[in-house]
């Protein structure tokens, strides 16, 4: 199964802040990279696809870039609503995993 | 827009059985893979299987093989998810996921609002 590992796994960060969430495969996936929000009791909002495809409706501060096997979330300026545990996921190929989660608090 | 709504919290004594409904809603059925994703308490993210629809081709992860079936209902749009031999490490919320795909990509694009199963004696 091909691992994926996330750093860091947990941040404090103010409103406004710059944060980078990175996510690491154990082998090559190209850019079949998927990259999900959760909140607290709720089921994963897909942000972003193919490694930096914008999902409809998801707000241009996300943004995703890489390709191989290293990838990396970026939010451009933390607002409230971004405070929740991001997950990267590999569709490359079955089973499909995901990293063990960032979880982003307020500092 | 399409809807996923699961069926409700379960509660099951360890070695038997659970099966959970995903009623589509809203979109085309038929045509779209439908998988399930499982989160223990406190955990990450865990892929089971998928199923598509139409024809009924499944995967399943080999950590599920033997124990997990995934079916579909063209019929009422509705997927199910049945794991057996139940543990207390089957303690999880489980959520169905809808497959958006194309070239290059394969992603989970709407989720079903997730079905709490506890495993207890």
Known sequence: ?107 | QVQLVQSGAEVKKPGSSVKISCKASGGTFSSATMNWVRQAPGQGLEWMGRIIPIGGTRNYSQKFQGRLTITADEATSTAYMELNSLTSDDTAVYYCARRRGGHNYDAFDIWGQGTMVTVSS
């Not at chain 1, 970026?74 to 990267?88: K, R, V």
């Open chain 1, 1 to 107: 199964d091909i691992q994926m590992t996330q750093s860091p796994s947990s941040l404090s960060a103010s409103v406004g802040d710059r944060v980078t969430i990175t996510c690491r495969a154990s082998q090559v996936i190209n850019t079949y990279l998927n990259w999900y929000q959760q909140q607290p009791g709720k089921a994963p909002k897909l942000l972003i696809y193919a490694a930096s495809t914008l999902q409809s409706g998801v707000p241009s501060r996300f943004s995703g870039s890489g390709s191989g096997t290293d990838f990396t979330l970026t939010i451009s300026s933390l607002q409230p609503e971004d405070f929740a545990t991001y997950y990267c996921h590999q569709s490359y190929i079955t089973p499909w995993t995901f990293g063990q989660g960032t979880k982003v608090e307020i500092k």
